[in-house]
């Protein structure tokens, strides 16, 4: 099975898939230094198109690589509590954005962490070397669609060395003739690393207007982020990433007038958090700064559980910058898991 890689863009830090189907021992990891969006406009970094296939936005990154995590039963079992549906709200009430987040912007600096499962309900600060990190420095981009071996094989001669590859998710606006487990198998053995994104539902006020039609359920959040937790963890197991891998979950922008916006996704974001956790995967979240971002710091602020493992966001217009995120503790989230 191929394991998965977390990366941070700028000075970056990532996660890796090892793939089992080839070599236990070899390493095919998941990086992210760019991100492809269906609506994504010229934003910082550097646009290209390969082929007329391959679009994406990068920047250079200096990530931390994970690669062939090992967890103890303990730290597994602080992963993974029991799948209680019927928790009581654990949200932040009122969580405030920033007003004027109203419009998705195209996906370039998107800042990536790396996950460590390390005991609490709410893991986000841990040294990620202590349970095997190994490190991956270099280049990545995502695009929708995955592309062919032949592309793949013919862009091992550039500078990257990593993609983002979107497995599933009911708002994924793109099909993938090209994914499955040979192509997996196969990328990796090339060399790529691989960074797993889930596209599930999206904020009830979603600036995306290509997901509008895929919001999350107001009337039952947790449990619908659970059942697509389920989902995240079949796609990824479909296509041989290992436990131990991250997957990214994709929440793109969303207007933060009111809770009616904002406790939705949180709801949704713990539930899916604690089921890709309990079937042995690490959560992460990518989303806007100002709108997703800030949501899940001001949960983790008031000490809310079931939190992603690795944060990921997108700030536009704005030099690259790891720790020096305004929505984002210092503290939080380090290292190597942003």
């Not at 992210?32 to 269906?38: I, P």
């Not at 390390?118 to 990620?128: D, E, I, K, Q």
């Amino acid at each position: 099975m191929a394991a998965a890689t977390c990366l941070t863009t700028g000075a970056a830090s990532a996660v890796v898939v090892r793939s089992s189907d080839t070599d236990p021992h070899d390493s095919s990891g998941t990086a992210a230094a760019a991100r492809d969006d269906d609506n994504s406009g010229d934003g910082v970094g550097t646009s290209f198109d390969p082929f007329d296939t391959l679009r994406a936005l990068s920047s250079r990154g200096n990530a931390d690589d994970l690669s062939r995590l090992s967890l103890d039963d303990s730290q597994r079992q602080a992963q993974a509590p029991p799948d209680d549906r019927t928790l009581g709200d654990d949200l932040a009430d009122g969580l405030a954005g920033d007003p004027r987040d109203t419009t998705d912007a195209p996906a370039g600096i998107a800042s990536r962490a790396l996950p460590a499962t390390l005991r609490g309900v709410a893991p986000t600060t841990g040294n990620l070397n202590a349970v095997g990190a190994h490190l991956y420095k270099g280049w990545a981009f995502d695009v929708c669609s995955a592309p062919s071996l032949a592309v793949m094989r013919s862009w091992r001669h550039s500078d990257y060395g990593a993609i983002g590859v979107y497995i599933g998710g009911r708002a994924r606006n793109c099909v993938q003739p090209n994914l499955d487990r040979k192509w997996i198998r196969s990328v990796s053995g090339m060399g790529w690393k691989i960074l797993p994104i889930f596209v599930g539902s999206q904020s009830p006020c979603t600036t995306n207007h290509a997901r509008r039609h895929h919001r999350i359920d107001v009337d039952d959040p947790r449990n619908q982020g659970m059942d697509e937790g389920d989902d995240a963890a079949r796609d990824a197991a479909r296509l041989g990433l290992a436990r131990h891998s991250p997957i990214f979950l994709d929440m793109e922008a969303y207007r933060t007038h009111g809770k009616k916006c904002t406790k939705p996704v949180i709801a949704f974001t713990q539930g899916w958090n604690r089921t890709v956790r309990k079937h042995g995967y690490l959560p992460g979240f990518y989303s806007s700064a100002n709108s997703g971002i800030t949501q899940i710091e001001a949960a983790r602020h008031a000490g809310k559980r079931d939190l992603p493992d690795l944060m990921w966001f997108a700030r536009w217009e704005v030099d690259p910058t790891i720790y020096g995120e305004p929505r984002l503790s210092r503290s939080a989230w380090r290292p190597h898991r942003r």
